[in-house]
Structures are given as C-alpha cells and as structure tokens.
C-alpha cells in the first residue's frame, strides 16, 4: 500500500494548506509558530535551507540527535562530509549503525549530550522523543558533557541541533564555555514547550550573536547562524 505522504498530491495538499495558512495569519499580524512553520513549508525548507551550506567532502558535520538519520542523508547525499551523528535512544543508534555501516566517513555515537554527563530517562515517542516532554514510554539512556565533546574538534563547518527541549542546557553550556565560536555553522531548532522558552530562546540568541550572524530566522522551526569572520 502507497503511503499517501509520499506522494505528489499530499505535498501539493500540505503547499496548498499551509500557503492559506500563512496568509491568515499574516493578513491577522499573528506571527506564532503556525505562521513560521507554514512559512518553512512555502519556502521548502526541508529540502533547501536546511541542508544549503557551502560544505565538501573534508567538512565537518555534527548531527545532535540523530533520529533516523533524515537529515544526516541528505548532507551525506550533497557533500559526503565527514560526519558524527549522537543518537541516545538504543532502537534508533541500532537503525542508525545497520543503515551507515559501510560508509566510514560516519561516525555514530550512543549518546546524548547535556551540560553535564550522567544518565537519565527519555521519553519516547517517535520524532517527539524528549528528555524533558514526557511520554508513557522511557529509556534510561546516557549523557555526555557537550563541551568535553566540541572539545575533541579543532572546528566544526555544521552542527545541527534538534534535541526537543534539551537545546538551552547544551546552547548555554557551549557559550560559556566558549566552543561555540569553534562552529562555523550553528543550525537549531528551538522547543517551545521547555518553560519560559521564548525568553531563553531570546537570551540565547542575544549572546550567540556577539559571534555569529543570523543566516535565516523562523522561530521554534529552525534557525541557523554563521560565524563571523574575526570571531
């Protein structure tokens, strides 16, 4: 059985409702995270600005959060970088090691990062998997520090971060630690569902911007940052 989402005519239905949509809320001056994400659709972010970096077969890519490697294919389709994806969540680092078992330019860790190492509980529930939004379902999975990781590289081109909440932690960790200037490339997505985000989120932004720029900004979707040349 064809699975309808994979289909022209539910992209074109998905285009079609999300471009009314965000001309709803745009004629309205509601500017949520309904207007950013069907803004993302009508831009097909997916497929242009969230893998449009100017990488190479010598770049360096950091995909926090692996899931079941979508994003990580297609950097590895378009540049075939060198490439290290964290996965905590044992079902989908397994999925993860039988799918780039015989690409040696991939590296694949069993383990999540945080501001500090240790283990705690995931909840489980497909994409939505969170340390923090809770679930039925839980895996006791393990944790290492994120600056004592981003300290093995020298620089990074991309690190992309989609980590369901855990992001602010690991976005302070690294500031103040001061790693995120070795990153030449920052992608994250933001979750609104962590209390007071939108003001940890400004918080974060303002001190990421005294070393880089922003490249494109749709909040609580998916915003990326490039560093500056003296930082």
Same mark, same amino acid.
Do not use: C, M
């Given at each position: 059985m064809v699975n309808p989402k994979s289909t022209k005519i539910y992209m074109l239905l998905k285009r079609v409702f999300f471009t009314a949509a965000y001309f709803v809320l745009k004629t309205n001056g509601l500017k949520n995270w309904l207007y950013y994400y069907s803004?993302?659709?009508?831009?097909?972010?997916?497929e242009t600005l969230l893998t449009e970096y100017p990488l190479n077969?010598?770049?360096?890519?950091?995909?926090?959060?692996g899931y079941k490697g979508s994003f990580s294919d297609k950097i590895i389709s378009r540049y075939n970088?060198?490439? /290290?994806?964290?996965?905590?969540?044992? #079902?989908?680092? =397994?999925?993860? !090691?039988?799918k780039y078992k015989d690409n040696k330019k991939v590296k694949i860790y069993n383990f999540g990062l945080?501001?500090?190492a240790g283990y705690r509980n995931i909840y489980l529930s497909d994409d939505g998997t969170s340390l923090i939004n809770k679930s039925n379902v839980s895996e006791k999975v393990r944790l290492t520090d994120c600056l004592a990781f981003l300290k093995k590289f020298k620089s990074v081109d991309l690190i992309s971060i989609n980590i369901e909440g855990e992001e602010y932690k690991n976005l302070?960790?690294?500031?103040?630690?001061?790693?995120?200037?070795?990153?030449?490339?920052?992608?994250?997505?933001?979750?609104? /569902?962590?209390?007071?985000?939108?003001? #940890?989120?400004? =918080?974060?932004? !303002?001190?990421?911007?005294?070393s880089h720029t922003v490249r494109y900004s749709y909040p609580f979707v998916w915003e990326s940052f490039e560093k500056k040349e003296k930082s």
């Open positions: 803004k993302w659709v009508i831009d097909n972010g997916d077969s010598k770049s360096t890519v950091i995909d926090v959060g970088p060198n490439i /290290f994806i964290l996965e905590p969540v044992n #079902k989908y680092f =397994r999925l993860l !090691k039988n945080s501001d500090k302070n960790r690294l500031i103040e630690g001061g790693l995120i200037k070795r990153i030449k490339f920052l992608q994250i997505q933001f979750h609104d /569902f962590v209390p007071a985000a939108k003001a #940890k989120r400004s =918080r974060i932004i !303002k001190k990421i911007l005294i």
